[in-house]
């Protein structure tokens, strides 16, 4: 029999995003009269934000030469003009309050000087507003916001509970079920508010920088519940993944002053971005870095047998590498035995951050297909498309977000109670039992299931690497597509082999691949159907944007036999899309 | 070396071998990936972030607690593997051990910035100025992944399990060590007990162990030196007490550094 529990608020997903609005939720009258859950399917402080490096964009001293203006057109002609610029404007506005927000309950940032909080430069930013703490911001953050949430009592935590659906009806969220991995248990959380942060995909591809967990969870949830994706085909690979694992090195070692060189020692950024060279946006660099691979000027890795070219930190010299960025030496000498104070660093485009997501209104509240609010339910951080982002993510603005959304929508949630009376509890949907014997019926009682889920996700990670990268084309989307039909297909008889309930991983992988599945026909179906090249979609058959046809966002919805596309306009308020050049 | 057997210790305390071929650069969390995904698929372990920042995959990896994901099985020096989970924690299910009376330490000392004024700390429109060199005096101990290898290599931890334990007195010293904070004496009157600070005897296993360079054995010194100068200055406040006229050397000197825990400045 189902556990039922109940809390007001349930966070989904434990990073920036998830731990920025219990924060904001508990700091507000110390959480009085409020019972909140954290819910996550790691420890709370193990979340992929931990991962990031390089720093977070803030206008914090535009008394310097920096605007508010500025920091949005930079957002807006990174995002080739996707991005939703009355969304951009509210965003850029908030966060320099983040900073200091962060900076007021412990952040370690670095310093200027005077003692005020330093910033660096940063990809496609024209003024120096990363505003970093070593190479380790986000760890920090995560730290600086897991730390604060200790001071309050009475919130409850849910460690390695995998949440497996949300259950939605009337266009109203009731509850979520979830699998309590340290108890064994199978559970229905019910809420009257519910956040979804769990969130990219990075895990759909082999070469990726984001962490095991990060395998689009959230943004599953939504796609199986019926409700709308967004612009899931712009993925941003990151320029600098080292080699042979795609971990990151972060673009801070370029804001800090490091080369790209290739294999004849040039700064090839030279022939592609003269002005803003190794900074220039990540889908610029990326492209630059996988021509300079094709056309013969690479070095290859044996032992992998991956192209890459070198990021060359060696004029920076020891003391600023060990100051400003010691967890790339670190980490440069514990996975490849290289001290990047002595030797160029062998790196390539790896996949990093999921533009697209769950569409989401300015404050956070998830849309449906109509571009509704769904009550109850709001989304956060990467899992969520506002779209600030559009086709293409500058650095710094991604932790930035988190921050920014995860506060707005603490904010909404205890504006959407106090304006609600506490409903008595419902009866338990139907939902919940059908969900509890997909599971325990279905998957891990299938005899006749014989399909190994790890081969299924080592072919698709091979497909979407092969043909799901950088540069795109019909041939090779159109393959992705039906390879990804194949694996969903061979799917249907996966088999569970761990018969156990406490902590049976060998489930929650079957559980993760079958929601990586779906979001890669979504991916590689949208990339297919959009026959432009913008920001981290590029199409090698169709090299130029066609703001006539395609200045609008992607929307896919679950059906049978696929995804189901329509579209939304972009909202543009500020700025006419011009020519993007750097 | 082109093949190595991993030998895991289940939760049945018995140990099951598995044998895979050797690729160059392979870490110990690389090798239980492959066990898992092509020989065992019930075998349980903890791994998220793959370059040692999360702090998940902290297990027994032969004989010493370490992260799997940064330990490169050739450094090992062996063809065999040994991998257990951390010692002195409840197993739940082979490497997964029970984190939670670890972390509840951890939020026991209070691990945030303290302020008299609660309001004042959380507006956002303005930032403490704080100093290069005074971010220096705690950043250190800020480099916690909270992997729990420390406390699973303290022998005191080991034997008392109401002791502290290095991570919780590192995050202590943390916070006391930010010229932000103002909730020193509470963290003393936390630390100052005889499962505190003084239940230490340095072993240094904790230092040692740290994949992050912590170093928490530094942070129990300088936190009982801290609570040492606390009682004699508090003590000499007292009218009468026979320490009045005692050792005035002790008291930080004027005009030189900025004392560490006096420091409450703010921004313009």
Redesign the interface.
């Known amino acids: 029999m189902v556990e039922v529990i109940d809390h007001d608020v349930v966070i989904v997903g434990s990073g920036l995003a998830g731990l920025r609005a219990a924060a904001e939720l508990l700091?507000t009258n110390r959480g009085e009269g409020l019972s909140l859950a954290v819910v996550s399917k790691?420890?709370l402080?193990?979340?992929?934000s931990?991962?990031a490096e390089g720093g977070t964009a803030a206008v914090l001293y535009p008394e310097e030469g920096d605007s508010l203006e500025l920091h949005a057109w930079d957002t807006i002609k990174g995002s080739d003009f996707l991005a939703d610029q009355d969304s951009v404007w509210k965003f850029v506005t908030l966060c320099p309050?983040?900073?200091?927000?962060l900076?007021?309950?412990?952040m370690?940032?670095?310093?200027k000087?005077?003692?005020?909080?330093a910033q660096r430069p940063f990809g496609g930013h024209s003024y120096d507003r990363a505003t970093f703490a070593?190479d380790?911001v986000g760890?920090?953050e995560m730290?600086t916001l897991y730390?604060?949430l200790?001071?309050y009592g009475g919130w409850a935590r849910y460690e390695e509970t995998f949440v497996t659906s949300l259950v939605i009806g009337d266009g109203m969220f009731t509850g979520c079920t979830a699998i309590d991995m340290?108890h064994g248990k199978f559970v229905y959380l019910r809420a009257r508010a519910c956040v979804i942060a769990t969130g990219g995909a990075g895990q759909l591809w082999k070469f990726t920088a984001t962490?095991?967990?990060t395998t689009g969870d959230g943004i599953g949830l939504a796609y199986r519940a019926g409700l709308p994706v967004e612009d899931m085909e712009f993925m941003q690979f990151h320029p600098t993944g080292l080699i042979?694992?795609g971990?990151?090195i972060t673009e801070g070692a370029r804001g800090e002053g490091g080369h790209l060189l290739n294999s004849k020692g040039e700064r090839f950024m030279e022939r592609y971005a003269p002005s803003k060279m190794e900074l220039s946006p990540r889908d610029v660099v990326s492209r630059s870095i996988m021509k300079e691979i094709a056309e013969g000027r690479g070095f290859k890795d044996e032992?992998s047998g991956l192209s890459y070219v070198s990021l060359d930190l060696r004029h920076l010299g020891r003391e600023k590498i060990d100051s400003k960025l010691p967890?790339i030496k670190?980490?440069s000498m514990?996975?490849?035995g290289i001290d990047p104070v002595e030797d160029p660093i062998p790196i390539k485009p790896t996949a990093h951050y999921t533009m697209g997501g769950i569409p989401v209104n300015d404050s956070g509240r998830v849309l449906d297909e109509n571009m509704r609010e769904v009550k109850g339910l709001w989304a956060a951080g990467e899992t969520a498309c506002v779209s600030i982002h559009g086709a293409n993510r500058l650095g710094s603005n991604s932790t930035a977000e988190c921050l920014v959304y995860g506060r707005l929508v603490g904010r909404d949630i205890l504006a959407f109670l106090s304006s609600q009376a506490a409903g008595s509890p419902e009866t338990v949907s139907q939902d919940v039992a059908k969900e509890e014997a997909r599971i325990f019926d279905g998957l891990m009682k299938n005899e006749k299931a014989d399909e190994d889920?790890?081969a299924i996700k080592?072919r698709l990670k091979e497909v979407m690497d092969r043909s799901v990268y950088v540069f795109r084309e019909r041939a090779g989307l159109a393959d992705a597509v039906r390879e990804v039909r194949d694996l969903k297909e061979r799917f249907k008889g996966v088999r569970v082999?761990?018969g156990?309930r406490?902590?049976n991983?060998?489930l929650q992988?079957v559980l993760e691949v079958g929601v990586m599945l779906e979001l890669a026909e979504v991916v590689a179906q949208g990339a297919l159907n959009r026959t432009e090249s913008r920001g981290g979609h590029s199409r090698l058959d169709f090299p130029q944007r066609d703001d006539a046809s395609w200045l609008k966002h992607t929307l896919a919805r679950r059906a049978e036999g696929g995804p189901q596309f329509s579209f939304a306009p972009v909202r543009i308020t500020m700025w006419k899309p011009v020519e993007r050049k750097y | 070396m082109d093949k190595i057997t991993m030998e895991v210790v289940r939760s049945d305390g018995n140990k099951t071998r598995y044998d895979l071929k050797f690729r160059k650069g392979m870490t110990v969390l690389d090798a239980l990936i492959e066990v898992r995904e092509k020989q065992d698929p019930t075998l349980a372990y903890r791994h998220s972030c793959r370059m040692g920042i999360c702090g998940s995959c902290g297990m027994n990896i032969q004989g010493m607690p370490r992260l799997a994901c940064q330990t490169q099985v050739s450094s090992l020096g062996k063809e065999t593997v040994r991998v257990e989970p951390l010692h002195g924690m409840h197993v739940i299910k082979d490497l997964v051990v029970d984190i939670d009376p670890f972390l509840a330490m951890h939020t026991f000392v209070k691990p945030y910035l303290i302020r008299q004024d609660l309001k004042e700390r959380d507006r956002s429109d303005r930032e403490y100025r704080v100093l290069s060199e005074e971010v220096e005096r705690f950043l250190q101990f800020d480099y916690c992944i909270m992997c729990a290898l420390c406390y699973s290599a303290c022998p005191t931890v080991a034997l008392d399990p109401y002791y502290l334990g290095p991570q919780a007195i590192g995050q202590a010293y943390r916070y006391m060590a930010d010229p932000r904070d103002e909730g020193w004496e509470q963290r003393v009157d936390l630390l100052d007990e005889a499962q505190g600070v003084w239940r230490c005897h340095v072993a240094g296993s904790c230092s040692l162990v740290c994949p992050k360079d912590v170093d928490p054995a530094k942070a129990v010194q300088m936190a009982r030196m801290e609570i040492l100068k606390k009682r004699v200055l508090r003590k000499r406040a007292k009218a009468g007490s026979p320490l009045v006229s005692v050792a005035p050397a002790a008291a930080p000197k004027q005009g030189t550094k900025a004392p560490p825990f006096d420091f409450r400045r703010e921004g313009t």
Not at chain 1, 108 to 111: A, K, L, N, V, Y
């Open positions: 700091s790691l420890a402080m193990r979340s992929h931990v991962a309050e983040e900073m200091r927000q900076e007021r309950w412990g370690p940032w670095s310093r000087p005077d003692g005020r909080i070593q380790k760890f920090f730290r730390d604060k200790q001071e340290k962490s095991v967990s042979p694992t971990i990151l032992d967890f670190e980490l514990k996975f490849v889920v790890y080592a082999a761990d156990g406490l902590f991983y060998n992988d």
